[in-house]
């Protein structure tokens, strides 16, 4: 009993060590450096924060470039934003380092596809910014802009949690359509 419950506990500190003390040693420090207006409510318990952010990261095969240049798009970040990312943003920013495209990014095609190409078929850049569309569009009908932009980052979060993993689907095969108009069976 005695060791199932001590399994259990260094399974909820973390599946990977080495990423934590990573974030704990190099990240986390760097982030009270470029926000130090931030509340960090991290209680003095660093470990804890580290591992928090290493779940996140965990199974994304990240390299340890990659995080260091999300540490980069962090610092650019703080100087417009007052509170540093945490571990759901700072995934994503590991991810946009990958080359994943932002949010941003993301909105502009969509938007560029919606007044160039309306009514048409559209040619979509990543497979992310496709399923994006799929999931929001609809909605931009009856929502308000800025609860459809709320949306629009959530859904995207969850996609970005399914890029980082390979699962997200490729974008579908247009499917051409042949059919001869109803009027030509009758001509003769």
Same mark, same amino acid.
């Given at each position: 009993?005695?060791?199932?419950?001590?399994?259990?506990?260094?399974?909820?500190?973390?599946?990977?060590?080495?990423?934590?003390?990573?974030?704990?040693?190099?990240?986390?420090?760097?982030?009270?450096?470029?926000?130090?207006?931030?509340?960090?409510?991290?209680?003095?318990?660093?470990?804890?924060?580290?591992?928090?952010?290493?779940?996140?990261?965990?199974?994304?095969?990240?390299?340890?470039?990659?995080?260091?240049?999300?540490?980069?798009?962090?610092?650019?970040?703080?100087?417009?934003?007052?509170?540093?990312?945490?571990?759901?943003?700072?995934?994503?920013?590991?991810?946009?380092?990958?080359?994943?495209?932002?949010?941003?990014?993301?909105?502009?095609?969509?938007?560029?596809?919606?007044?160039?190409? =309306? #009514? +048409?078929?559209?040619?979509?850049?990543? @497979? /992310?910014?496709?399923?994006?569309?799929? %999931?929001? $569009?609809?909605?931009?009908?009856?929502?308000?802009?800025?609860?459809?932009?709320?949306?629009?980052?959530?859904?995207?979060?969850?996609?970005?949690?399914? =890029? #980082? +993993?390979?699962?997200?689907?490729?974008? @579908? /095969?247009?499917?051409?359509?042949?059919? %001869?108009? $109803?009027?030509?069976?009758?001509?003769?």
């Amino acid at each position: 009993m005695n060791n199932q419950i001590s399994t259990i506990n260094q399974l909820q500190r973390c599946p990977d060590q080495l990423l934590a003390s990573l974030i704990g040693g190099e990240i986390l420090p760097a982030l009270r450096a470029y926000y130090p207006a931030s509340d960090f409510n991290w209680r003095g318990n660093l470990e804890q924060t580290a591992t928090e952010y290493a779940n996140q990261l965990f199974g994304m095969k990240f390299l340890v470039k990659e995080i260091r240049a999300a540490l980069d798009l962090a610092r650019l970040r703080s100087v417009s934003e007052r509170h540093a990312p945490n571990p759901i943003e700072f995934k994503i920013l590991c991810l946009q380092a990958r080359g994943m495209p932002t949010l941003e990014q993301c909105m502009s095609e969509i938007n560029e596809q919606r007044i160039k190409s =309306y #009514g +048409k078929s559209k040619e979509w850049s990543e @497979p /992310l910014v496709y399923w994006l569309n799929q %999931q929001i $569009a609809a909605a931009r009908v009856n929502l308000p802009d800025t609860a459809w932009q709320k949306m629009a980052k959530d859904r995207y979060t969850k996609l970005a949690d399914k =890029y #980082g +993993k390979n699962e997200l689907s490729p974008i @579908p /095969l247009k499917i051409e359509h042949t059919a %001869q108009p $109803a009027y030509l069976k009758y001509v003769g």
